[in-house]
């Protein structure tokens, strides 16, 4: 299982969010490092901790993100906060789960957060861009950001 490793192919044109987005994949790499080198009986700690941090983490950004979208008149905001909504909920369900003692951090919930971090800033988050390169195409409409 491999970490993530940021790249321009990413980047979403603005810098603030492109940090943040490094950031985010960060705590991710981290937590997959302390998954893959601690013994098992930490696993339970170290993922309630990981996931505590992913959340707090991804609600701030997520809030950023989102203010820039409605600055920029984006029109799939909805949409796109959606797509947030659910991820903040799967990132709950794992949270209660481990602090049940249902379930602990394993490769599979680690494959999972990866596949849907990687998929939204690759393919959702590039939307946006892609509609900031429209408008700036199209005439001088573009918002002073
Ligand atoms: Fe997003």
Known sequence: MAKITWSELLSVGNEEID???????????????????CDYSLLSRIGIDALKQMMEYVQMHFEFEENYMQQINYPALL??????????LQLDKINQDFENGISKLNSEIIKLIENWLI???????????????????????????
């Open 79 to 88: 949409e796109h906060k959606l797509q947030h909504e659910f991820f903040k």
């Open 19 to 37: 940090n943040q987005h490094k950031r985010w994949i960060e705590i991710f790499n981290t937590s997959h490092d302390k998954m893959m080198s």
């Open 119 to 145: 998929g939204h800033i690759q393919k959702e988050d590039q939307k946006y861009k892609t509609f900031i390169a429209a408008l700036g195409n199209k005439d001088d409409n573009k918002p002073d950001l």
